[in-house]
């Protein structure tokens, strides 16, 4: 069993993480889901009210209301599966609890990448649209994102992946994440990567 956790500012490659899980066979958990979930439940839109609905989940609920839901869909997933990839977390409350849960078992990976680079790709995605300026409303999620946090949890990742690179050069760090964390789970030895994710030291 390894659950490999991903954390990161909107726009930094998360989505493109996820992707390769699910090429490599890893089912991915999406944090977002729980909070979209609850947004449709709750009668609102979740393209407008999915930042609120986060917030009040955690107001009503404690900080680690979201990663609690979450817990049994991974639970649920490795029963037929080695590796769950869980994508999208927020804050050091959330972190402590998967590592309450999983332990060692239980890698986070924090993708990070300039502000600039980020409003890029978000604009070339068509997000955030109708802001006057490219980075205002980006700049306003990522106000959002940080008051849940999640300075904190990328502070205390176990790899840190700087996706500046090519798509490509990402999708195969990645990928060399997700198999090390595959191979743990099976308890063979990792593939070593030419070239080696950066590891947050202490």
Excluded at 49 to 74: C, F, K, N, T, W
Excluded at 122 to 132: L, M, S, T
């Amino acid at each position: 069993m390894h659950v490999i956790g991903t954390v990161g500012l909107p726009g930094s490659g998360k989505g493109e993480a996820a992707t390769v899980a699910r090429e490599e066979g890893i089912p991915v958990v999406t944090m977002g889901d729980v909070v979209r979930q609850e947004t449709a439940d709750r009668g609102l839109d979740p393209t407008k009210d999915h930042g609120s609905v986060a917030q009040a989940l955690r107001d009503e609920h404690g900080p680690a209301a979201i990663a609690e839901r979450s817990l049994p869909m991974i639970e649920d997933r490795l029963e037929n599966h080695d590796a769950v990839l869980v994508d999208g977390l927020r804050s050091a409350v959330e972190l402590e609890a998967f590592e309450e849960r999983f332990g060692e078992d239980f890698t986070l990976v924090s993708i990070e990448a300039p502000f600039e680079v980020r409003a890029e790709r978000i604009d070339a995605r068509g997000r955030d649209a109708g802001a006057d300026d490219g980075g205002e409303d980006l700049a306003a999620r990522d106000e959002r994102e940080r008051g849940f946090g999640m300075d904190d949890a990328m502070a205390r990742a176990d790899v840190v992946v700087e996706n500046t690179d090519s798509l490509e050069a990402f999708h195969d760090r990645i990928r060399a994440i997700i198999r090390e964390g595959a191979a743990a789970a099976d308890g063979g030895d990792p593939a070593v990567d030419d070239e080696p994710t950066e590891a947050r030291q202490p």
